[in-house]
């Protein structure tokens, strides 16, 4: 997603020489203050898209860089982006702390204890199978065609997944998805009453969308912990950026709310557009987001 701040000018010459049509372009950008690094998931666009609309408020310009998992940390790494507020710590992004944390630093933990991961069925699923445990899906993998629904392959997410088809000694393929392609298929799955298991995550839309009189969603206990436990979200930034930007730092320090706040975000995003549902909850906690400010 470009900044509405970025501007360009492109300067396109057209030279045929021996059959080839050769373009030479120049360009004159100017650069975001802040380079925010995100996932489509979609509580990282609830609250990338609400600090991009507070930034902004503030006078800065603000570039939402949208990629995957290991991309992000690997451009927060080098200093191509300045700041994601995407981490999952400790145990989902482990592994991308372990090898890119001397280039980053932590700014704050805007959720505290209460994001988690895990494996999710319908609760008619749990209940016509006797599940409780991810290890009861064992001999029981056909009812789900031998897959687990997942999203992007650089998710920590599908790591612990890979771990826990494993730990558990499930006949289960682990298949990749984007994030609407996983939800396209819960939703499908659920209109038909089908069994099906995906990964899925808190805070997160889907709990409250998929919660009617016909079924609702739930988390299969993990006993041996491969999804870890409740975790916090985290905003990181690249090691000189809080020396560089001390009151943007400032202000991505103070930033803290709760799974309800992000839960309310996502809710008015589905409903509204994700610039649209964030300024709305903004308008409407108002309070709050003078609190991250300073005010």
């Known amino acids: 997603m470009k900044s509405q701040y970025k501007t360009a000018a492109v300067v396109a010459v ?3 020489l021996v ?3 050769i373009f030479v372009t120049t360009s004159d950008e100017v ?3 802040v380079k925010i690094g995100l996932v489509a998931w979609d509580c990282a666009i609830a609250s990338s898209n609400v600090m991009k609309l507070v930034l902004e408020e503030e006078g800065y310009s603000v570039e939402l860089v949208e990629t995957e998992a290991g991309p992000m940390y690997t451009g927060l790494s080098q200093g191509n982006t300045d700041v994601t507020l995407t981490a999952w710590l400790p145990f989902t ?5 372990t090898t890119y ?3 980053l630093e932590e700014l704050g933990r805007h959720i505290e204890g209460e994001a988690k991961i895990g494996l999710v069925v319908p609760n008619y699923t749990a209940e016509a199978l006797g599940l409780k445990t991810i290890g009861d899906l064992q001999g029981q993998e056909g009812e789900f065609g031998g897959e687990i629904i997942g999203i992007d392959a650089g998710a920590g997410i599908m790591t612990a997944t890979e771990n826990a088809i494993d730990n558990y000694s499930l006949a289960m393929t682990l298949v990749e998805r984007s994030t609407a392609g996983m939800l396209s298929a819960l939703d499908a799955a659920l209109d038909a009453g089908e069994h099906i298991a995906v990964t899925l995550w808190d805070p997160h839309w889907a ?3 998929y919660n009617t009189d016909d079924y609702h969603l739930v988390y299969l206990e993990d006993p041996t912990e491969q999804y870890g436990q409740a975790e916090d979200i985290v905003t990181l930034a690249h090691k000189d950026f809080a ?3 001390p009151e943007l730092a400032a202000i991505l320090t103070n930033f803290n709310w709760t799974v309800a706040d992000m839960n309310q975000v996502m809710d008015l995003q589905q409903e509204h557009g994700e610039v649209t549902g964030a300024q709305m909850w903004i308008n409407e906690n108002r309070d709050k987001v003078d609190g991250w400010l300073g005010k």
């Open 14 to 16: 057209a030279l045929v």
């Open 19 to 21: 059959g080839a049509v």
């Open 31 to 33: 650069e975001a203050d």
């Open 93 to 97: 992004h482990a592994t991308y702390w």
């Open 101 to 103: 944390g001397d280039d």
């Open 207 to 209: 709990f409250a969308a």
């Open 243 to 245: 020396t560089n930007n």
